[in-house]
């Protein structure tokens, strides 16, 4: 036996050793897969087998998850991989910062003390108005997922902000940031996949049910609208209005015009709103409106909307019910539909304006009880005009603080100070991404400049009637775009300070004192 083979042949025998008892184990445990132990078992053993990919690239898998619709279904509440991300790319941060004094967090106090102040609100009325309770981890009270989201959401800002993002590696981080968005594509296919891939939706949520069919043009498919948007986000932070349509390469023009298309099969008025609005304000920022191509954008929009005026009615109905918004003769299903939406919402926010005076500096907190939730899930669904004035503790809705208005789901939960808190905060982020845009890098200034319009928009969003929904389903978007600035400039960008030359300094001139004459006697 050659001597130089011995130490391969140790390793190949502890790999055997290791392997075979594990495959057995496995083997036998498919006897019953879906076992809660068993698929505990493959969890951990599944975490045990990616930890070297997860120590290598968990900055990058935290990006990409970041808009991803995937989920862990071996966990119990089946949470979505952000959240587990957030832990595990947070935990490996901090232990490389015990392990190393080199390695330390970015700091920008600025964002940061608001949204510790925002965690103490939290802690405090949760503390005050019964708990925090998970009911997948057998609590009697429900909103405990929420409070979790808003725990993690904070978290989220402090693991994506722990170490800067090479300078190299911004093009592939922006990417995942945004691409992330394709996995949600998958559950539309729900309705009409086969037996066979129904174990796939496990990973990938369905994002409609089995008796809405798929369907392009009539049924609403949010995926698509979400690829759309976030194909679109990808080259508005890459390329910029001016590298789009004066870069001479027409593939971006088509390429966007695609996007928007897809953008209208989720039939969303908030996502077309979004669209146009993150348009106009990249638009103006890079002072494409003193050029001639101000002329050309009125001109297209003036023949755009005299060509979309007798052909409305005529569109497919998702692409009708994204207008409906826009004074057009549509299909009056399309029209109801989004009528009826609207109404709906008005009516609750008028049952809950009664209900914020006594939850003004004590928010009523996002847990409920089991009775509570029975009659959420066996209540009507909507509201109606009829039923407007119906007391808002029996809306199903407002149990589950699902307002579709964004200062309600704050000043309710969480009183005033929830709100000054987060007002705060979005003050403060708003700072931190002009400055970056202002003062940031070159090669940065086209991604600052499109985080900052889009944490812009959220925010008008958020705080206007157009939309807004849960602040613990919000608040990674404002921490996500928010974050992703900070560690691509590493903190906040300041202007740079005129350099002072330091010179030597200059002394008086003083003429010689003449000698006096000697006279000789």
């Given at each position: 036996?050659?001597?130089?083979?011995?130490?391969?042949?140790?390793?190949?025998l502890?790999?055997?050793?290791?392997?075979?008892?594990l495959?057995?184990?496995?083997?036998?445990?498919?006897?019953?897969?879906?076992?809660?132990?068993?698929?505990?078992?493959?969890?951990?053993?599944?975490?045990?087998?990616?930890?070297?990919?997860?120590?290598?690239w968990?900055?990058?898998?935290l990006?990409?998850?970041?808009?991803?619709?995937?989920?862990?279904?071996?966990?119990?509440?089946?949470?979505?991989?952000?959240?587990?991300?957030?832990?595990?790319?947070?935990g490996?941060?901090?232990?490389?910062?015990?392990m190393?004094?080199?390695?330390?967090?970015?700091?920008?106090?600025?964002?940061t003390?608001p949204?510790?102040?925002?965690?103490?609100?939290?802690?405090?009325?949760?503390?005050?108005?019964?708990?925090?309770?998970?009911?997948?981890?057998?609590?009697?009270?429900?909103?405990?997922?929420?409070y979790?989201?808003?725990?993690i959401?904070?978290?989220?800002?402090?693991?994506?902000t722990?170490?800067?993002?090479?300078r190299?590696?911004?093009?592939?981080?922006?990417?995942?940031?945004?691409?992330?968005?394709?996995?949600?594509?998958v559950?539309?296919?729900?309705?009409?996949?086969?037996?066979?891939m129904?174990?796939?939706?496990y990973?990938?949520?369905?994002?409609?049910?089995?008796?809405?069919?798929?369907?392009?043009?009539?049924?609403?498919?949010?995926g698509?609208?979400?690829?759309?948007?976030?194909?679109?986000?990808?080259?508005?932070?890459?390329?910029?209005?001016?590298?789009?349509?004066?870069?001479?390469k027409?593939?971006?023009?088509?390429?966007l015009?695609?996007?928007?298309?897809?953008?209208?099969?989720?039939?969303?008025?908030?996502?077309?709103?979004?669209?146009?609005?993150?348009?106009?304000?990249?638009?103006?920022?890079?002072g494409?409106?003193?050029?001639?191509?101000?002329?050309?954008?009125?001109?297209?929009a003036?023949?755009?909307?005299?060509?979309?005026?007798?052909?409305a009615?005529?569109l497919?109905?998702?692409?009708?019910?994204?207008?409906?918004?826009?004074p057009?003769?549509?299909?009056?299903?399309?029209?109801?539909s989004?009528?009826?939406?609207?109404?709906?919402?008005?009516?609750?926010?008028?049952?809950?304006?009664?209900e914020?005076?006594?939850h003004?500096?004590?928010?009523?907190?996002l847990?409920?009880?089991?009775?509570e939730?029975?009659?959420m899930?066996?209540?009507?669904?909507?509201?109606?005009?009829?039923?407007?004035?119906?007391?808002?503790?029996?809306n199903?809705?407002?149990?589950?603080?699902?307002?579709h208005?964004?200062?309600?789901?704050l000043?309710?939960?969480?009183?005033?100070?929830?709100?000054?808190?987060?007002?705060?905060?979005?003050?403060?982020?708003?700072?931190?991404?002009y400055?970056?845009?202002?003062?940031?890098?070159?090669?940065?200034?086209?991604?600052?400049?499109?985080?900052?319009?889009?944490?812009?928009?959220?925010?008008?969003?958020?705080?206007?009637?157009?939309?807004?929904m849960?602040?613990?389903?919000?608040?990674?978007?404002?921490?996500?775009?928010?974050?992703?600035?900070?560690?691509?400039?590493?903190?906040?960008?300041?202007?740079?300070?005129?350099?002072?030359?330091?010179?030597?300094?200059?002394?008086?001139?003083?003429?010689?004192a003449?000698?006096?004459?000697?006279?000789?006697?």
């Amino acid at each position: 036996m050659n001597n130089n083979n011995v130490p391969a042949i140790l390793r190949s025998l502890i790999i055997y050793a290791v392997c075979v008892p594990l495959a057995v184990f496995v083997g036998c445990s498919l006897a019953n897969p879906m076992d809660l132990g068993t698929l505990g078992f493959y969890g951990v053993l599944g975490v045990v087998i990616a930890s070297p990919i997860f120590l290598k690239w968990h900055k990058e898998l935290l990006v990409f998850s970041w808009s991803a619709s995937l989920s862990v279904c071996v966990l119990p509440g089946h949470p979505n991989f952000w959240l587990v991300m957030v832990v595990v790319s947070l935990g490996i941060s901090i232990l490389e910062r015990i392990m190393s004094s080199d390695m330390r967090f970015i700091r920008v106090p600025e964002t940061t003390w608001p949204l510790l102040v925002f965690l103490a609100v939290i802690v405090f009325t949760a503390e005050l108005t019964g708990g925090i309770g998970v009911r997948a981890m057998g609590s009697a009270v429900y909103g405990g997922k929420k409070y979790a989201y808003l725990f993690i959401s904070i978290a989220s800002y402090f693991a994506l902000t722990a170490r800067p993002i090479p300078r190299e590696k911004m093009p592939l981080y922006v990417a995942l940031f945004f691409l992330g968005q394709l996995t949600t594509l998958v559950g539309n296919f729900y309705p009409i996949a086969p037996s066979w891939m129904l174990p796939l939706f496990y990973v990938f949520p369905p994002t409609i049910s089995q008796d809405e069919g798929f369907e392009i043009g009539v049924t609403r498919l949010q995926g698509f609208t979400n690829v759309g948007l976030g194909l679109y986000f990808l080259m508005m932070a890459r390329y910029g209005v001016r590298g789009i349509f004066l870069s001479g390469k027409p593939w971006r023009i088509l390429f966007l015009m695609i996007t928007l298309g897809l953008t209208f099969i989720g039939g969303f008025r908030s996502a077309l709103l979004e669209y146009t609005a993150v348009f106009i304000m990249m638009f103006f920022w890079e002072g494409l409106h003193r050029t001639p191509m101000m002329l050309v954008l009125i001109l297209l929009a003036a023949l755009g909307g005299t060509a979309l005026v007798p052909l409305a009615n005529k569109l497919p109905y998702t692409f009708q019910r994204a207008l409906a918004f826009l004074p057009l003769d549509l299909d009056a299903q399309a029209k109801q539909s989004a009528d009826a939406s609207t109404e709906w919402r008005l009516a609750m926010w008028t049952a809950l304006l009664p209900e914020i005076p006594p939850h003004l500096l004590l928010g009523k907190g996002l847990a409920f009880s089991a009775d509570e939730y029975d009659e959420m899930m066996t209540g009507n669904l909507m509201l109606t005009k009829e039923t407007a004035e119906m007391d808002a503790s029996q809306n199903p809705l407002a149990l589950a603080g699902d307002y579709h208005n964004g200062m309600l789901s704050l000043i309710l939960p969480f009183g005033i100070w929830g709100v000054l808190a987060i007002l705060w905060f979005f003050w403060a982020g708003l700072w931190v991404l002009y400055h970056n845009a202002k003062f940031g890098p070159p090669e940065l200034q086209t991604v600052n400049a499109f985080l900052m319009m889009l944490f812009l928009w959220e925010v008008l969003n958020y705080v206007s009637c157009l939309g807004g929904m849960q602040i613990a389903s919000e608040l990674p978007n404002f921490v996500g775009s928010l974050g992703l600035s900070i560690a691509l400039n590493n903190g906040v960008c300041r202007p740079e300070q005129p350099v002072q030359e330091t010179r030597p300094p200059v002394l008086a001139f003083r003429p010689l004192a003449r000698p006096r004459p000697v006279y000789l006697r």
